[in-house]
Nanobody, 130 residues
Framework: QVQLVESGGGLVPPGESLRLSCTAS????????IYWFRQAPEKEREGILC????????NFADSVKGRFTISRDNAGNTVYLQMNSLKLEDTAVYYC???????????????????????WGRGTQVTVSS
């Protein structure tokens, strides 16, 4: 069974940190690009960060630069999203996604163009609130 499962979300006050995990089962994604997306209420889905099969990193969102970091642990089949200095605007459901044919990180939020990604997790809720 092919699955991606996000975890680590929760309620956190502004300024604090949170680390999300995306763990794969049923396949190895060490050669895949892994994307993090988020969707806030009444807003469009937004690409955040991607790490390629060669460990190149691509940031799609200016709003998280300097605050969010993506990394991977191939042995554990896990990709992480470290979120620091969280803001109210970061409240969203966070998703990870991949595809067997996608090894490089491409995409653009302004044009709403991303490669076909057929494997998605169900999302984990991050709520930033005082």
């Amino acid at each position: 069974q092919v699955q991606l499962v996000e975890s680590g979300g929760g309620l956190v006050p502004p300024g604090e940190s949170l680390r999300l995990s995306c763990t794969a089962s049923g396949f190895s994604f060490d050669h895949r690009a892994i994307y993090w997306f988020r969707q806030a209420p009444e807003k469009e889905r937004e690409g955040i960060l991607c790490i390629s099969g060669n460990n190149d990193v691509r940031n799609f969102a200016d709003s998280v630069k300097g605050r969010f970091t993506i990394s991977r642990d191939n042995a554990g089949n896990t990709v992480y999203l470290q979120m620091n200095s969280l803001k109210l605007e970061d409240t969203a459901v966070y998703y990870c996604a991949s595809d067997p044919l996608v090894t490089a990180c491409t995409g653009d939020n302004d044009l709403n163009i991303f490669p076909p990604l057929n494997h998605w997790g169900r999302g984990t809720q991050v709520t930033v609130s005082s």
